[in-house]
């Protein structure tokens, strides 16, 4: 980066908010790219600045959250990081229309800090979900943002604010719905920087549920448990998280809990199912009663209850699980749920493996199948070395997608000469955080 | 570029600007207003102007358009006849029913109408629009109230009537694929044989398309429960600018870029033509439960409905109805004990029904004395309403002011709120209890069934009301507007009292959602008998400073009924610098700008100066034209 751009963004944003990325962070890619910057603006005029001088200077920009996902940019071009860091504030807490107005640098996990002494809440998302900058979250698409009784976290967001590759800030209009035109503001949301730097966020909040129950059930078989998870869906249910274990998984996460062998004695493919509901009183004892019944008509009936209470608070509440993280996630759609399921167990087996999973996020699109894949008693990891288990993980995969599974982060082939003319108009200097789409 | 970029200031937000106030839709004889071809405000950066082409008038060979469009689909599905040209010139933007009621004839037409039956035969259009560089205009039922359809530069009207198959219904995963030109009636009704719902009743459900619905981002009287057609819609296909099919299907969260699906929808035909959706469906209701309330006055209803949605209920219709509504609402019921007689045309669901009412069956023949009698009573009494009216709808802020005393005094009933609950029985009456109990936790007191059942089985009539108001001289219209629950008692404020000054306006709220809600105003007026050009102006004036209004407090200017030419000119107000976006998404789908030109404020000034009459070029004489003779 050029001495003089430097000492335009110094000015901007001050000297002691300009570093060099390798000060902050040790990580490899940071080592490689030792002469790149990282801008912290505090105020959206001062992205609009930065981006307005980083065009001229035709230095490429790279939006930073909270900082998680490993920079790996090639030292082909100049290039400045925008981290979001100190744009902080919560600009509006509208109580009337429950909206919360925050800046892109706030995480999640921040937001409800701040909202739940208010007694109010982003909504029933798995912690993984809200753990990032609310810019990182509604800029990258991954499935499984969701709840099945708050719905696709993207739908909550009702505006933002971004800075275009001119510098130009735009503000998306606030309104509950709208029918003038495209919704603008879903180019921006998935669209990893490319399109716009989203500086903030207006989202919807909720009011704390009055009420919530946890419960748990033991099911014949996973397919089963799905058909129970439908069956009460389609009976208008809104549980605000469900989970489905198979056995093996359920011995993994619930290990030395009676539940194990209780599941195990009923049946050899059988599956545990956690259901939290919540909401008015009435309403989610409703929701839990509706799915209790459509558990009992699939030839299930109740768990100890306490195990959900488990579940519910090593997700929501940092209970620690003692289960190694999955190998791989596949999403599908409520008629592949189980094909992916069944298949992928198979392909494992097969192949001299073993594998087992648990189902969740269930939202309108489907639901997420969490598979771990397990050479002897050790878990692989998606990032495996070993040539054998690699091929191994790849052969899962490959079986979860043949039977109809998609695996999160797949790009839109069929768009990319739209995505690429569009790019072409809003950024024609290529500078919006390139590569990344 | 890089000189720009140089000499670029450092940036700050600009100011608001002031709405732009221009003459528009010269659809009458009027002159042509002066083509002003600079962009609006030029920014420093390029982004004003995408490079989509804005079209100029196209110079079309009427011969050679023939050829081709007979060549792709024979000469059933192509017409250049007069007749049909008339029919496709406008949709039921009450701005041209009044041009048509004065008896001007069509000011802008289509050069062909085509049918098509296919994907493959859409794209072959577009494809020879393109060439031949004349614009694309999507048609689906033709019930749209703002000019959507119009063909400002002529052009090949596509109507999409013929791809209307109900592809299938996947049960386990509660989707459809249909196509486009299905109309709403049959597919609700296909879907409620099957035992499915769509949950999307606009009062146009007889006479708009699904893709009608998806090209403007429509709302059904349900929409509280199921939602607007956008929340619906889990796929698209879609013929774009450039000739070639994409599909957004799939569960589009598991790819990572745009939503390209959202990016289409609403996007009324500028950026491509919707073939055929993949939709989400609902089990058909198992129970409906209807009630009405009444509330002191409008703020205390919106802080009750504002209480339901904000506890998690959804009911599926949500109406709260302002002084002079109810009051009018009240005594058309009341007086009317021959309801039927009124709205013979319209529609009367009963509950019986189930998810949508049949045809009324005609009126008895008026063959008796007493029938002749009886008639006879009722125009008068029609004329000195119609009177009556006109004397009213002349004053109209006069009118309001006494409106407001009269219906604030006489109604101390206050404001009717009317609510309904539908969907899987357990849920629904659990829902409907403690909906019901919120409502009188806020101050509504419970007036049982019947205003909810009344409004149940009236609920397809007001349209037709629209057209014995026209035939008296007056003209109606309605405006949707939306913003959060914050700022919408001001939305309703300012929106009322700058229509209030031209036009008698009463309004109800409906489409809540726990962060806002939509204000539907209804207004009436008359201009001096005979003159076109005065109503005209009336109507622009109303329909500028309602929007502006809405704009100034905050609030958007559409909720449902979509941009059109209507409300192109205040798209620069309504997404100021975002339109930037809108724009490249213009160049990046339909690079040729053939695709309904002049619409929704991307090519403003398209609609401003073009709508001015053309007279015939010699390659349009209608003798030349292959009508009758190429029948086969």
Known sequence: VSEKLHAALRSIVGADFVKPMVESSGDIAAAIASDF??????????????????????????????????????????????????????????????????????????????????????????????????????????????????????????????????GRAVHTRVAPRRATGPDLLRALCGSEGTIGFITSVVMRIHRQPEARFATAYLLPSVDAAIASVYLALREEAAPSGIRIYDLAETAAHFRGLPIVDQLAAKSKSGALMTVGTAGPTDLAAC???????????????????????????????????????????????????????RNVLDAATAAGASARAHVSRFDADGAIVFFSILRGTATLSVDTTDVHDNALVELCKRTATEAGGWLPGAHGLRFAPYLASLHAELDPLGIMNPGAL | LPALFAAQPRIHPQPRAAPRRIPRYKLGSLPAPKIDRAPIRAPQFSLARASFVVMASPVVDVDQLAKALYGLLGHKRVSFSEIDRDTYARDMWPRMLLARRAGKPEALRPHAVVWPETVGEVVSIVKLAVRLRIPIIPYGGGSGVCGGVVPVLGGITIDTKRMQSLRSVHSDELMCDVEAGLSGERFERELARRGYTFGHFPSSIYCSTVGGWLATRAAGQLSTKYGKVEDRVAGLTVVTGRGEVIETDGPHRALRGPNWTQLIVGSEGTLGIITSARLRVAP??????????????????????????????????????????????????????????????????????????????????????????????????????????????????????????????????????????????????????????????????????????????????????????????????????????????????????AIGRHAVVMAHFSHAYADGCSIYFSFAATAPAGDLHAAERLYDAIWNDGLAAATRVGGTISHHHGVGLLKASHMANEHREAMAIYRAAKASLDPAGIMNPGKMGLDAHIADASIAIRSPTPTEAPARFPLDEAKP
């Open chain 1, 287 to 341: 929701d839990r009663d509706l799915v209790a019944s459509a558990v009992r008509a699939e030839g299930g009936e109740d768990g100890d209850h306490e195990v959900a209470k488990i579940w519910w608070r090593r997700l929501h509440h940092g209970e620690t699980t003692p289960a190694s993280p999955p190998t791989f996630q596949v999403m599908a759609t409520p008629r592949k749920l189980a094909a992916v399921y």
């Open chain 1, 37 to 166: 910057f990282r801008v912290s603006p505090r105020t959206p005029a001062e992205v609009s600045e930065v981006i307005a001088t980083c065009a001229a200077h035709r230095t490429a920009v790279h939006p930073e959250g909270s900082g998680r996902r490993p920079t790996t940019h090639g030292r082909d071009r100049d290039r400045v990081f925008i981290s979001t860091r100190r744009l902080d504030q919560i600009v509006q807490l509208d109580e009337t229309s429950l909206l919360v107005h925050a800046q892109a640098g706030v995480t999640g996990t921040r937001l409800q800090e701040i909202l739940g002494p208010r007694n109010l809440s982003l909504g029933d998302y798995p912690p993984s979900v809200l753990a990032p900058s609310l810019g990182g979250i509604i800029a990258v698409r991954t499935p499984g943002k969701s709840s099945a009784r708050h719905g696709f976290i993207e739908d909550a967001v009702v505006g933002v604010s971004a800075v275009l590759a001119n």
């Open chain 2, 284 to 497: 058909a209701p198992q129970i409906a439960i209807y009630r009405g309330f009444e509330v002191d006055n409008v703020n205390v209803g919106i802080d009750a409905i504002r209480r339901v949605l904000q506890r998690g209920l959804r009911p599926a219709v949500v109406r709260l109805y302002d002084e002079l509504d109810t009051l009018l609402n009240s005594f058309s019921h009341k007086v009317a004990d021959d309801n039927h007689l009124n709205h013979s045309m319209a529609p009367q669901p009963t509950r019986q029904d189930g998810a949508l009412p049949h045809w009324p069956s005609s009126p008895p023949p008026p063959d008796g004395v007493i029938e002749k009698l009886r008639m006879f009573a009722k125009n008068r009494v029609g004329n000195l309403r119609r009177d009556a009216m006109l004397g009213g709808l002349g004053h109209a802020s006069a009118f309001n002011r006494v409106a407001d005393t009269v219906s604030s005094k006489l109604a101390k009933r206050g404001c009717r709120v009317i609510i309904g609950l539908e969907g899987a029985r357990i849920r629904t009456e659990v829902e409907a209890a403690l909906t019901f109990a919120e409502l009188e936790a806020a101050g509504a007191r419970d007036m049982g069934e019947q205003p909810g059942l009344s409004w149940l089985s009236h609920r397809y009539a007001v349209s037709y009301k629209m057209s014995s108001m026209f035939r008296d001289g007056a003209f109606v219209d309605t405006m949707e507007v939306a913003s959060r629950w914050d700022n919408l008692p001001e939305l309703y404020e300012s929106v009322r009292a």
